[in-house]
């Protein structure tokens, strides 16, 4: 048999050993493999399997819930609302035009809109949601819902949009949030990715600006498996972030509305703050703004608008206004020389109507003059004369460092956005930005809050305050509790002024107000222990030409409006014990007794008493008081005192 | 009846004694493979028979049966009709050129009634077949002779050219590779061989001189998978992208892989052709080492019982059609792995009896089938020389 075979094929031996080569060979090349496969499984097997896991794995942000914002006794400023709106999938959507075509009859979609939303559908993966409309009223939203089945793609969802109830009473301090720009996202460092969310929006001013870290809260972490195309598959991690802290101002926003509205069409701000804890109940700028607007973007016309109002409603005034004190500055005036040493409670001067410096002449606003004037008689009447005195003999620099002490040049520490520090000039000042020297006469302007000199509403609110305290550098603050704590209030620290003297310049306030001839005297608040003791102020804008002097000086109402003076007026109450500190400026607004005062005392009345003003407390012959249009007439619920 | 047992040459075996000296080892190791290939299917389809795992099992059953039959027979039969399928595939691949289907890129598909056809998968087995019976015909004497070697040559380049055409460059290196084997087994010249290998190094530069000229060899894309087999990092988002997605998956497996239906790559859409020509990254996302290392044992031992059976085989068309099966087999695997762990170019070779294709599945089978035949009938006589039967 082997022979045969042996005959039949000689290639026999050949074949086998040719096989067995070629065995060997493909061993060895499946050797070669087996070690591709140790190489990559074992060796790089971590590195796969973590370029593997970055693949398929992608962390994504949860946007934390704002924090919300209410006054002091839970009056809400600024809240998260429920937006109805509804989203279309295009991978559910069976044909998307019939779709739209439904959904228009439920909601009104015009044909531009529903062109722009195929555009962005059809640009959009198809597991991704288009929103097709935004802020539906609720039977709109229920009316989608109950069509559900009919409209194949469609998903009703709730998000939240801010809200801001108030609307422009409070819109300067709450401010507004609204989508970061590529700047802040810039700054945000570790909160970029945070500030890129879809719908994410931040404080852009007020309230919402300065206390944005706080309101925002920290974001939660979702880690989501995800497949080649980005679609969503399961969910691996599930971190919720921190929600924003929820606010409580220290504004009483019942004041705030009432102050708002007694300004009314007038272009200014009213500011009211607690003398001893510095807590603001009360920073009226008017014209307001509605922030709600700038949520979900304001159209160009309307922001024109806005921008290019006479009355500058987007401009916080009582911070970022920025206007000479005039005779409100009268009282530091006052203090410098009294802290001086320069006079005591005699001193008396005579006013002429004018005093002479050099070759020129510095007049009282009286033409013919007061006659003898103490200090007390000076406040009250507002004698120019007497304060270029003075003023004259504490010099500019002294009076300046006295100023700065009531605030005056220095920055408010309240941190809005806009917050100026004015100016309180001295020589080093005009060295340093007109690069020229003092002039004597200068210092003259000084003494009765004219000149270079300018201060915030908020700035004259503070000044006031450290005069009614006694002396102590009360600081401004905006916010109260934090998540339900109350927020300490700053330690005060004194301004060296002697008791004596303050209590000397408070006795001539209290003489403004309450005694026959003080500037004030038709705003008197007639009811014990709710008194008010103050000082008027009128800021000249223009220059009174010695011609015009010679004709007689041209009354207010004949002038244009951005001529005319500003009418301010700084008070504290009660006059015996005092708590509240108030300034008042009306800009262009006249005199400070005529326009000014009466708007203080109307605001101290509201905010003395809350429920109802007792008879009597408004003298007669003095203006009535300023009753606002019954949308105000709410329930009130509040007892005297404004703390919860 | 004594002597007709003492001379088993003379007559066939009973379909019994077939039965009994069927190489159920082989048959055992062909189930266990296709099971695997099932639990991959099912597994590419995230844990669905549908829509491959079902129609992978019943062509794989229709395919065995198509096995059995194809080993009783007689391998005598199989010598005599060589040439006629070899012609019959010839035929159909000029067909496809002519009337087939465009399928990814590529023109491989053939209808014929409900049936569709890939003729180039066919055309492996066809070319064994036909070498191997030239080489059974010719005179043992001429064997060295160099001019003998001109018709297996023209019977290679035929349908590899065709098929380059397509253009599948893989199945044409297949068919080369498969054809060149059996001349080597059939014992032809070594200075052939040594030829041969200088006219390949020479045809390999040719491919690449002629990138960018009016003669160019080969398909733009082609190139492309050249280039980017080469250096992947040239188009990580394109043609690279599978590359080395598949390494990614493939290399996360580890040791043992991350569980049966658990390979997220797998799962998650990142591996492209997952159920076909990258199969085998699923597999060893899933099973990691130990999976890959020993499907590929398995693969070496059938290898091994194919053609360590050879040697019994007392013909020469026998031994050749069961050893050319066993090339094409083995050619098959090693591309296929060498392909998806970033070793060889992306050329669309499937991992046999795993990947889905029924084209595939059924020429694998019937190779098999050819090969148990061979076996069977291994001691069976011809009619010395040219005549059909």
Known sequence: MALRTHVTDPNRSTFSRRAFVLFGAQTAIAAVLGGRMYQLQIIEGEDHAARGRRARIKPSLLAPVRGQIFDRRGKPLAVNRQNYRVVLYREEAEDIGDTLDRLAKIIEISAPRRLALMKEIKSTKAFLPVVIAENLSWDEFAEVNANAPALPGIAPEVGLTRHYPQTDFAGHITGYVASPSEKDIDRAGDERAVLKLPGMRIGKSGVEQIEETALRGKAGLIRVEKDVHGRPIRELEHRDGIAGEDLKLTLNFDLQKYAMQRLGEESGSVVVMDIYDGDVLAMASSPGFDPNGFVLGLSQADWVALRDDEKRPLSHKAVAGLYPPGSTFKMVVALAALQAGLIGGGHAVHCGGYIELGSHRFHCWKRYGHGVMNLEDALKQSCDIFFYDLAKRVGIDRLAETARKFGIGTLPEIGLLGTKSGIMPDKAWKRANRNEPWHAGETLHAGIGQGYMLASPLQLAVMTARIANGGYQVHPRLVGERNGERVKARSLTGTGMREADIDMVKQAMFAVVNERRGTAYKSRIDYEGRRMAGKTGTAQVRRITTAERGTGVLKNDELPWRLRDHALFVAYAPADEPRYAISVIVEHGGGGSSVAAPIARDVMLKLQFPKEVPEGAVPEGADPMFMPPKATAEKDDDSDSEDA | ?389
């Open chain 2, 1 to 389: 009846m004594a002597t007709l047992l003492h001379d088993p040459s003379r007559i066939s075996p009973t379909l019994t004694q077939k039965l009994l000296s069927l190489n159920w080892a082989l048959v055992a190791l062909i189930i266990i493979v296709a099971t695997i290939g099932f639990g991959m299917q099912f597994s590419a389809a995230n844990g669905n028979v549908d829509p491959w795992a079902r129609l992978q099992m019943i062509r794989f059953a229709i395919s065995f049966i198509g096995m059995f039959v194809v080993a009783m027979i007689d391998i005598r039969f199989w010598r005599g009709t060589a040439y006629i399928f070899y012609a019959f595939a010839l035929l159909l691949l000029v067909g496809v050129e002519v009337a087939g289907t465009v399928g990814m890129g590529a023109q491989r598909w053939i209808h014929i009634g409900p049936i569709r056809l890939q003729p180039s998968e066919l055309m492996k087995i066809a070319l064994v077949v036909a070498l191997a019976r030239y080489f059974h015909d010719l005179n043992p004497a001429r064997i060295k002779n160099i001019f003998i070697l001109i018709p297996p040559l023209i019977m290679i380049t035929l349908p590899a050219v065709l098929v380059v055409k397509q253009p599948d460059l893989g199945t044409a290196v297949l068919l080369c590779a498969g054809g060149f084997v059996i001349m080597f087994l059939a014992g032809t010249n070594m200075w052939f061989f040594a030829a041969l290998t200088v006219g390949l190094g020479g045809a390999v530069y040719a491919v690449f001189a002629s990138k960018g000229q009016e003669w160019q060899l080969l398909k733009d894309y082609q190139y492309r998978r050249i280039d980017v087999f080469l250096n992947p990092a040239l188009d990580p988002r394109g043609a690279g992208y599978h590359i080395s997605q598949s390494k990614t998956a493939f290399g996360s497996g580890g040791s043992f892989g991350e569980g049966y239906l658990q390979g997220p790559l797998s799962r998650l859409d990142f591996l492209p052709e997952k159920h076909t020509d990258f199969i085998f990254t699923v597999l060893g996302e899933e099973f990691g080492l130990a999976g890959a290392i020993a499907l590929l044992v398995i693969y070496v031992l059938i290898l091994l019982l194919g053609l360590g059976s050879t040697l019994r085989i007392k013909h020469v068309f026998g031994r050749l059609v069961a050893s050319g099966v066993c090339m094409t087999f083995f050619a098959y695997f090693a591309i296929n792995m060498a392909m998806v762990m970033g070793l060889a170019p992306v050329v669309g070779v499937p991992l046999p009896l795993i990947s889905y294709g029924g084209t595939s599945m059924l020429v694998l089978l019937f190779g098999f089938g050819l090969l148990l035949s061979a076996q069977i009938h291994g001691q069976v006589a011809f009619p010395r020389r040219g005549s059909m039967l």
